[in-house]
């Protein structure tokens, strides 16, 4: 009887001793979803790490809300609806699946996973489920452990807000890290999108802020790889991502703080700042020509609703002040 019960407590304390880092593990680690933005965080020890694109349901009600756990995590998940096997190309739910259980379910019904059409992400396009570009989905998995928490909400707050709103405190200056990501010709996502804003600002148009590494972006990052004295190769790895990092926005003593009101219509230096300024700040201009046009006007509407500003499209001394910051 005694080395029954010296067995079975064995056996219990093996299963306790055996959770405990993953439990430790999962909680330093949180992921937010906000519906809203169609965007998924994720911190680690409590700071921003990474942003993500994401396709979230077809109506406000297929995604559910609220806050739930990741409870499996299944390696090219069969799609059991369609008899679709995993690793299947068709396989609408990509090679990577992770369950959380909302709505008291056991996280079969409702995951985080890839998929097999990438110009879905970002959309609301899903049953209920949160769709990713299946190289992001990849990396995530390999970085969340069973037990992660998953909050679902839609907010018109910051990541950062609506950690605190959950009881979780967040360290400053954690913003996205994408140095460890290397990028070539026919990546996608929010790494991609990362890319092109910092080549923006430092001058090198990628053509927009679509998030889809294509021949403008290539260019981009060969022109800026060769006035920089790097390998031009159009791949951006550690040494790109670095050089990136250290290259300066143009000053706040340049053509825009000293140029007069700029408006649709209104040409030069000046203007192609302000295009890269928006773009940095993550308000695409799509290209950074000098020409003030439709999509440099909308660009500094939203900004300028986003900062409390009088929505009106001209950039005068209020909006310059704010985009100098």
Not at 45 to 53: D, E, G, W
Not at 146 to 175: C, L, M, Q, R, W
């Amino acid at each position: 009887m005694k080395k029954w019960l010296i067995g079975i407590c064995s056996v219990f304390l093996l299963f306790f001793w055996a959770g405990i880092p993953n439990a430790s593990a999962a909680s330093s680690k949180f992921i937010i979803i906000n519906k809203s933005s169609n965007k998924l965080a994720y911190y680690e020890n409590s700071q921003l790490k990474r942003v993500f694109k994401v396709g979230t349901g077809r109506s406000q009600s297929l995604t559910p809300e609220g806050k739930f756990r990741i409870v499996q995590k299944i390696v090219n998940r069969p799609y059991y609806t369609g008899n679709i096997p995993g690793g299947d190309p068709r396989n609408p739910l990509g090679n990577r699946w992770m369950g959380f259980n909302a709505r008291g379910t056991s996280g079969s019904t409702y995951g985080i996973h890839g998929n097999n059409n990438p110009a879905s992400i970002g959309g609301y396009v899903s049953s209920g489920c949160v769709r990713m570009y299946d190289n992001e989905v990849e990396w995530l998995f390999e970085q969340v452990p069973i037990h992660t928490a998953v909050i679902i909400t839609s907010s018109g707050k910051s990541f950062d807000a609506i950690a605190k709103a959950y009881g979780y405190s967040t360290k400053p200056g954690g913003n996205p890290d994408y140095a460890g990501v290397t990028l070539k010709k026919g990546s996608q996502g929010e790494a991609v999108a990362q890319l092109q804003r910092k080549l923006t600002s430092s001058g090198f148009s990628p053509g927009g802020i679509d998030g889809i590494f294509g021949s403008a972006t290539d260019r981009a990052v060969r022109a800026f790889q060769k006035s920089r004295g790097l390998t031009v190769d159009g791949i951006a790895g550690p040494a790109t991502w670095s050089a990136l990092n250290k290259s300066a926005p143009p000053q706040s003593g340049s053509s825009l703080m000293n140029s007069g009101l700029l408006k649709r219509g209104s040409k030069g230096a000046a203007v192609k700042e302000l295009q890269q300024r928006l773009t940095a700040k993550g308000y695409s201009t799509r290209g950074a020509d000098g020409i003030f046009g439709p999509n440099t006007e909308k660009a500094v509407k939203a900004f300028q609703k986003a900062r409390g500003l009088a929505v009106d499209g001209l950039v005068g001394p209020a909006t310059k002040r704010s985009l100098l910051k």
